[in-house]
């Protein structure tokens, strides 16, 4: 499987923009960039995913570079709620009919207010 | 809103005891997932099922491990007997397509504590 590399930890101000980086040099044609995030003491949840496009939704923009080798997830105005774990995954395509997501230690947002 | 549903949230065994977990995926979801976490690292993908049948077995410790989605729909995973080790999160998750352009739904996951 395809490994991604995140910073280990990011700290930002309240209502500030975060630009989350994701380093993915291994990435294959079909593989999907997913983002997840995982307050304390919850289940991952699903933030936005994407394969060559840059892509939006009313929790964040997922920015795609060119070669598809990195990615940045951007929160537009952190909240206090953003604080969370945030994991860069490629989804591995096993075959046609199955897929899985393989975590790495993600990032961990630290928000000041 | 429709959730992953997960029992119980919180559990204490002791070593050598049995413990199972259950997870109730959202209605009409075809894949089901069980993640084990510990604490400070990502979730570890166990199993995962497509319907009744698994699809991905290949990181379930089989010797003390085992996971049945009976009817395609809510599942079990029992561990007999426990260790030490295996104090963590279990978490399930569930999508209602088995591609790679859809998302996973997880529940809030089981505590587990071995003593």
């Known amino acids: 499987d395809a490994k991604t590399t995140q910073p280990n930890s990011m700290e930002s101000n309240e209502e500030e923009p975060v630009h989350l980086p994701c380093n993915h040099s291994t990435i294959s044609g079909t593989d999907y960039i997913h983002w997840y995030r995982q307050l304390p003491s919850q289940g991952p949840e699903y933030v936005i995913h994407?394969?060559?496009s840059n892509v939006n939704n009313r929790m964040a923009s997922l920015a795609i570079a060119e070669d598809r080798k990195s990615s940045t997830l951007i929160l537009h105005r952190a909240t206090l709620r953003d604080a969370a774990v945030y994991y860069c995954?490629?989804?591995?395509?096993?075959?046609?009919?199955?897929?899985?997501?393989?975590f790495g230690a993600g990032t961990t947002v630290t928000v000041r207010a | 809103e429709a959730e992953v549903a997960q029992s119980p949230r919180y559990k204490i065994t002791e070593k050598s005891q049995a413990v199972a977990f259950w997870c109730d995926p959202i209605?009409?979801?075809?894949?089901l997932y069980w993640y084990r976490q510990i604490l400070g690292q990502g979730p570890e993908l166990l199993v995962q099922?497509?319907?009744?049948?698994?699809?991905?077995d290949s990181q379930l410790p089989k010797d003390r491990f085992s996971a049945e989605r009976l009817k395609g729909v809510d599942s079990t995973l029992k561990i007999q007997p426990a260790e030490l080790g295996d104090s963590a999160m279990y978490l399930c998750?569930?999508?209602?397509?088995?591609?790679?352009?859809?998302?996973?739904?997880f529940g809030q996951g089981t505590r587990l504590t071995v003593v």
């Open positions: 099922f497509q319907d009744e049948s698994v699809v991905d």
């Open positions: 998750a569930s999508s209602s397509l088995n591609t790679v352009n859809t998302e996973a739904f």
């Open positions: 995954i490629l989804s591995a395509t096993r075959g046609s009919n199955d897929y899985k997501l393989s």
């Open positions: 209605s009409g979801h075809a894949t």
């Open positions: 994407g394969l060559t």
